[in-house]
T-cell receptor
Framework: DSGVTQTPKHLITATGQRVTLRCSPRSGDLSVYWYQQSLDQGLQFLIQ???????AKGNILERFSAQQFPDLHSELNLSSLELGDSALYFC????????????FGSGTRLTVV | AQKVTQAQTEISVVEKEDVTLDCVYETRDTTYYLFWYKQPPSGELVFLIRRNSFDEQNEISGRYSWNFQKSTSSFNFTITASQVVDSAVYFCALSEAGRDDKIIFGKGTRLHILP
């Protein structure tokens, strides 16, 4: 157990739907990062939060949004889902910034049908 | 902008052979950090090593060793006497110092160790 908890582990949903992925960072970690891993794109950085504030944004679609709550857990919301959104979504946390390296959760496998 | 290139998409070797995974990076920062992560078939991402740009000493951890060369912007990873359990996808990654310190990953090298 890495200490980073992601739920759910698997999610199957239909096109056009909306889902929420949840991440609880390792105890004491202030930074949360979201990544998307698809077969052809590798690990793509989506967004970073630090202590409740958005800190960096990557190639995140407008249909996707995220937030980090006062208890430091984070949620990634994906809406108007398309087949191409099927991927493994990872959350990672670090004590401060990425320079320390990340601890990854086990991921949420999203399948859009 | 930062970039990590892993030119080897897939490698197969027979068990007990040595194998080197290549990683080349690009960054404009003088202070940066390099990483290797392992993703076994079970899917989780496992941290292997972190190295800062001021420490060019090679590192050895058991059968694993890393060769960092700033002159060629490379951070290669060697597995000695490979084992079937080493079969995984290996990612090289880079983060820059400063506010935007996200980690950027290479596309990974899938390593098959054949019995």
């Amino acid at each position: 157990d890495s200490g980073v908890t992601q739920t759910p582990k698997h999610l199957i949903t239909a096109t056009g739907q909306r889902v929420t992925l949840r991440c609880s960072p390792r105890s004491g970690d202030l930074s949360v990062y979201w990544y998307q891993q698809s077969l052809d794109q590798g690990l793509q950085f989506l967004i970073q939060y630090y202590n409740g504030e958005e800190r960096a944004k990557g190639n995140i679609l407008e249909r996707f949004s995220a937030q980090q709550f006062p208890d430091l857990h984070s949620e990634l919301n994906l809406s108007s889902l398309e087949l191409g959104d099927s991927a493994l979504y990872f959350c990672a946390s670090s004590p401060a910034g990425g320079n320390y390296g990340y601890t990854f959760g086990s991921g949420t496998r999203l399948t859009v049908v | 902008a930062q970039k990590v290139t892993q030119a080897q998409t897939e490698i197969s070797v027979v068990e007990k052979e040595d194998v080197t995974l290549d990683c080349v990076y690009e960054t404009r920062d003088t202070t940066y950090y390099l990483f290797w992560y392992k993703q076994p078939p079970s899917g989780e991402l496992v941290f292997l090593i972190r190295r800062n740009s001021f420490d060019e000493q090679n590192e050895i951890s058991g059968r694993y060793s890393w060769n960092f060369q700033k002159s060629t912007s490379s951070f290669n990873f060697t597995i000695t006497a490979s084992q079937v359990v080493d079969s995984a996808v290996y990612f090289c990654a880079l983060s820059e110092a400063g506010r935007d310190d996200k980690i950027i990953f290479g596309k990974g090298t899938r390593l098959h160790i054949l019995p």
